[in-house]
């Protein structure tokens, strides 16, 4: 189900779960400011979350609100999951979905690493 508008941080949301140790993970990265771990429904060979531990919904709130320590550590640690995963040579895909008509699932920011073999064109025709 979509994100729909404005919506208001759920503190139940299943990234915010996974954050408290709730629920389990298959971590590849985590530093002060992020967790990076699996897709439990990957859609590509390696297809990697990669969140703020922070709370916030949507890359239009992380910009405007996460400080810039945040910002900065949430920016180099996608680069270093990239390295981790040893995709940065060949190449790799990120995507971020915000909203309802952008496709985002879970009201929590997070990116997407695709990779592991050619991903074609951005969007169907």
Do not use: W
Not at 37 to 60: C, E, G, M, R, T
């Amino acid at each position: 189900m979509a994100v729909k508008g404005n919506v208001p941080y759920d503190p139940q949301n299943v990234f915010a779960r996974i954050l408290r140790g709730e629920l389990p993970c298959n971590k590849v990265y985590e530093n002060d400011y992020v967790l990076a771990f699996h897709d439990i429904a990957p859609k590509a060979p390696i297809h990697v979350l990669v969140i703020p531990k922070a709370p916030y919904v949507s890359f239009a709130d992380f910009s405007q609100n996460a400080s810039e320590a945040e910002i900065t550590g949430f920016t180099r640690a996608v680069g270093q999951v990239a390295r981790i995963l040893q995709v940065d040579g060949p190449g790799y895909r990120l995507l971020s979905n915000v909203g309802e008509e952008g496709g985002q699932e879970v009201p929590h920011f997070h990116v997407h690493i695709f990779a592991g073999r050619a991903l074609g064109p951005m969007l169907p025709e």
